[in-house]
């Protein structure tokens, strides 16, 4: 995603020193939730960081965290996110090319890998994706 970033003012960093060793799950679905998350990240952040970390949450479950220093999510807007063609904030602040429909995507994929996301955002001062998965899917009737 390094190439993504149009400006020096952005630092892409990740963390997996705390992931799990082994993670048995959809590795394609993996990749898209990141990919979305991660584009948003770039998309919405003028200048700091974006920070990816893995990490242990039990035995059972990991998580991976998506933290950047960009515009942040106002409080109001929080329960909205996942919904589909919502946008944050007005039309002044959209980001060029985004329909709305990213984040209702990820969820979406989340749950499938049987999973949750977390939303924790601060208006100005960024945001923070956490997907909370199992280390390895679950039979499913649905599979």
Known sequence: MSPSVASDAIRLE???EQGPETVVTDSLRLQQILTNLISNAIRYTDKGSITDIAYLVSDTDWAIAVKDTGRGIAKVDQSKVFEPYFQSGDEK???VGSNGLGLTFVSKLVRRLQGRIELDSELGKGSTFTVV???QLRET???
Do not use: E, F, K, T
């Open 14 to 16: 990740m963390n997996c």
């Open 133 to 135: 998965l199992p280390c």
């Open 93 to 95: 602040s959209w980001a």
């Open 141 to 143: 009737a649905a599979s």
